[in-house]
């Protein structure tokens, strides 16, 4: 029954993963870019909801959507003024720029709020469950993160394969220069791609911050990795592998924890490098974007 | 004026030139084909047209204004349609998505789905695969379709036969009196001299990035063209069918 519960406990922590690797797969389908700040945006957005709620009295629940906007803005700005310009020098420059994104923010957010915890509390949500009997127990807040890591998920799928500019948004991906042939600005599709990439980067590093019970600023180094590793175990390029990824990785680091307390982030990086090894196109891999 | 013109283009990439003072006129409606042997710069002269490459100098005007500084973009939305050379379909997408990413310049006309599948039947068929699994011939069906649907006013061809069995080109060319009797104006490469005289109004001839020869198709010889073509004088020269 332990491993009933260790097993669920990692499904259950793994759609944060999940939520976090979406927009890395999808800033990875369009653009090509390899977003290594993405780790550090996420905590960004936590920090988003931890001020909004600290300093302004935003209720907590609204703090999700107050880091959803300033990310998106943020991601908007970030296309516009340092992507753009990048992506048009080589391939390489963009994911310089990331990285230098990704050394900046953990310093600066150290700078301005020290390196304490801001904390982000929702009460007695954080400890609520439903008896599922037999000694096992799904926390609500656990569950409410998978739920909107699917409907993130799904979401995406949708508008990538139900909408004119999803369509739109998978033909750039295709191939840029011809869109621009169909009357398609393929800068604003780039736009609107990093916008909805860190949109769902701030709903994820909101609810990460809430499940900790606070954020602090050099989390983002982690948090890249997992993302990055639940694109990989789940397949480039297909969202659904994405999910599936974030639940091996958070099921790989629940158990790793059940054998002993130091070991969830080594079980983690040992499945992620079985995948790699046995399987590198990963668990549900395409060479396109789904 | 209606139409397009061009007057005096130099254009290249980078240090080489690849069109010399090409000046060109094509009425509303009318059929231009381009020929010319390869490297003559007739896909050059096309992406000009299209705005994928920008001119050293000279005017462009389409429909009395000129388009010399608009963008690819925004040449796409004001009805200037191109099949690129390569058919360059978009290999993830569903033949229908391609098509309706076609309809991205926001145009409203006579081209929708329906309309598209009716003048090329085969498509209908293939709707819901996926452009990378089709054979040459669909693909470039596929690339006529996605360009209708954008229901351009002008539609440049490149190349439209290039690799293609000649049945298959028979069904593409069956499409081309349908697509005009909407009144869209229309600029083809092709190097089928006698395909070429049974479609076209006006023929233009390009010689190493120069025109070599233009006129009314019905007013021009086979020989004349060939000459032009190849830059002989010799009325011997061998008849060009590939």
């Known amino acids: ?290 | 004026m209606t139409g397009l013109e061009l007057h005096a283009v130099d254009a290249g990439y980078g240090d080489f030139q690849a069109l010399f003072a090409i000046s060109l006129h094509v009425a509303e409606g009318e059929l231009l084909a381009l020929v010319g042997a390869n490297g003559a710069g007739k896909s050059t002269l096309l992406r000009i047209i299209a705005g994928s490459l920008r001119p050293f100098r000279g005017s462009i005007r389409f429909d009395g204004a000129d388009i010399a500084d608009l963008s690819d973009i925004r040449r796409a939305r004001a009805g200037i349609g191109l099949v690129p050379e390569g058919r360059r379909l978009f290999p993830s997408l569903t033949v229908e998505e391609n098509l309706r990413v076609g309809a991205g310049t926001g145009r409203k006309g006579r081209w929708d789905l329906k309309g598209v599948y009716e003048v090329l039947p085969l498509l209908a068929e293939r709707r819901d695969r996926r452009a990378a699994r089709l054979s040459g011939g669909e693909q470039q069906a596929v690339a006529i379709g996605r360009a209708l649907m954008g229901n351009p006013r002008l539609l440049l061809l490149d190349e439209v036969s290039l690799g293609l069995a000649p049945v298959v080109v028979d069904q593409l060319y069956a499409a081309l009196p349908d697509i005009r009797t909407s009144g869209t104006t229309v600029v083809l490469v092709e190097q089928d001299l006698s395909r070429t005289f049974a479609v076209a109004d006006r023929l233009c001839c390009l010689l190493e990035g120069r025109i070599a020869l233009s006129g009314l198709a019905s007013a021009l010889t086979r020989a004349q063209v060939t000459e032009a073509y190849f830059g002989t004088a010799s009325v011997s020269a061998p008849e060009v069918t590939s």
Request: neutral net charge; glycine residues 14%.
């Open chain 1, 1 to 290: 029954m332990t491993w009933v519960n260790t097993i669920l406990q990692g499904l259950l922590l793994g759609g944060i993963f999940a939520m976090a690797a979406g927009g890395l797969s999808l800033m990875f389908g369009v653009m090509r870019i390899a977003n290594l700040a993405h780790g550090d945006l996420m905590i960004l957005g936590g920090y988003a909801a931890a001020v909004s709620t600290l300093h302004l009295g935003v209720p907590v629940p609204l703090t999700v959507l107050v880091s959803m906007a300033v990310l998106g803005g943020l991601g908007y700005l970030l296309q516009r003024t340092l992507l753009d310009r990048a992506m048009a020098l080589s391939e390489l420059a963009p994911m310089m720029v990331t990285f230098g994104i990704a050394v900046m923010i953990p310093n600066a957010l150290a700078e301005v709020f020290s390196n304490d915890a801001q904390p982000l509390n929702i009460g007695a949500l954080g400890t609520a469950s439903i008896e599922l009997g037999g000694g096992l127990a799904i926390g609500w807040f656990p569950l409410l993160t998978v739920v909107a890591a699917v409907l993130v998920l799904t979401g995406l799928h949708l508008f990538l394969h139900r909408t004119q500019i999803g369509r739109i948004t998978r033909a750039t991906a295709d191939d840029p220069e011809v869109v621009r042939l169909m009357g398609v600005d393929n800068l604003k599709i780039y736009a609107l791609t990093t916008v909805i990439s860190l949109v769902t980067v701030a709903l994820a590093g909101t609810l990460y911050a809430m499940r900790q019970g606070g954020v602090t600023p050099y989390e983002g180094q982690l948090t890249v990795l997992f993302a990055f590793e639940t694109v990989v175990i789940g397949g480039l390029g297909s969202l659904w592998g994405t999910l599936a990824g974030g639940l091996v990785l958070g099921v790989a680091q629940s158990a790793g924890a059940q054998i002993s307390p130091d070991l969830p982030l080594l079980a983690g990086h040992v499945v992620f490098l079985l995948v790699l090894v046995f399987r590198p196109q990963g668990l549900f891999g395409r060479s396109v974007l789904a």
